[in-house]
């Protein structure tokens, strides 16, 4: 049995799993379950408190971190398997003398498939907008077993971010690189295999103590109404002090480059990413009944002013009511229609969106 970052959910008991390491393997594997009907569920790093990366029983969990081939095959890219942890492959991209324009903060988690089934931003999305704005193309792989070369240009790739892997099993993604440090040559034709994150030493950010056990609740909002976010957030601390051993306040700002990913925020314009974040300090009941009523409390927060957002994918809430409530019906009744096109049996990740 697996547990997800919350370790507060686990997985089923009797589930078989396949890594595939090769985009052939994974059409193969995909294909396979499709003739016999098998649901799966996909999984990386396992970065999320939601539970949507455990298997239940008589699933294939498809492992995609063997899927860690890089090459760079055009200028100003690098391709990268889906297996790839983002950190690492700024580690080598700054060995080569560039570097990713958007990742992650805090921990050396998501792989670029979960990042980009998460939708993506981080520190310097203020100038690089969301991942959505860094991503050339991907290579999918769909329910029904079939490869997909998806380039930014086609009405589906904007809804790949943040749908949790619904329409398919990414593969790879070709993604926009700069220079670390002014003009570097491109190594062109290099090819790699990327360690896993056991066999590359990434220092933490942050740390727990003891057995504390780490979550977040990040908020969407115009960036003309941050002040605002950050008092109603501060109340909302106040008022559960003892749900969580709360951390500093954090604000990303997102910059609008022309391309809207609608499943994380619909809305063309800028817009700040904050929230709130702490330690829950044990697993007790008493405990975890603080931190599920600072949830509600906060999920009704992030619905309490119009062009606020809460960015559920990878947060504690799951579940198809969630995720309508979140998305809205028309962005809920787009995924639904993507989906019965791209897996028409319904057989990726069997329960977490859609009931």
Not at 128 to 142: C, E, Q, Y
């Amino acid at each position: 049995m697996i547990a997800d970052f919350s370790g507060l959910r686990s997985s089923a008991a009797g589930y078989e799993e396949v890594a595939p390491a090769t985009v052939a393997e994974l059409q193969r594997a995909v294909a396979n379950a499709h003739a016999h009907g098998t649901p799966l569920r996909l999984r990386a790093q396992g970065h999320s408190l939601n539970g949507a990366s455990l298997p239940a029983a008589n699933e294939l969990l498809v492992r995609t971190t063997e899927l860690r081939e890089l090459g760079f095959e055009g200028r100003g890219s690098v391709t990268a398997g889906a297996g790839v942890v983002l950190w690492i492959l700024q580690r080598l991209l700054n060995e080569h003398g560039f570097d990713l324009p958007v990742l992650n903060d805090g921990y050396p988690g998501p792989s670029v498939g979960g990042y980009l089934a998460a939708g993506g931003f981080g520190p310097r999305s203020m100038l690089h907008g969301g991942f959505w704005d860094n991503v050339l193309s991907l290579t999918l792989v769909d329910g029904l077993g079939r490869v997909h070369v998806i380039d930014a240009g086609d009405a589906r790739f904007p809804w790949l971010f943040g749908a949790l892997g619904q329409l398919g099993i990414v593969a790879a993604a070709r993604l926009a690189i700069v220079p670390l440090a002014g003009p570097a040559p491109y190594p062109h034709g290099v090819r790699l295999r990327a360690p896993r994150l056991a066999e590359r030493h990434v220092p933490l950010q942050f740390a727990p103590q003891g057995d504390e056990r780490l979550f977040w609740f990040t908020l969407f909002v115009p960036e003309t109404e941050v002040a605002a976010a950050h008092a109603e957030l501060a109340a909302l601390e106040a008022r559960h002090r003892a749900a969580l051993r709360f951390a500093e306040r954090y604000a990303y700002p997102v910059r609008y480059r022309g391309r809207v990913a609608p499943l994380v925020y619909p809305e063309p314009r800028n817009f700040v990413a904050t929230g709130a974040w702490g330690w829950l300090a044990d697993g007790s009941a008493p405990s975890l009944e603080r931190l599920f009523a600072f949830d509600r409390d906060f999920m009704a927060l992030a619905h309490s002013r119009p062009l606020w957002r809460r960015y559920v994918q990878s947060e504690l809430p799951s579940g198809a009511e969630t995720y309508r409530r979140c998305f809205g019906d028309a962005r809920y009744e787009g995924l639904r229609r993507l989906k019965s096109e791209l897996d028409p049996a319904s057989l990726l990740n069997r329960g977490s969106v859609f009931a």
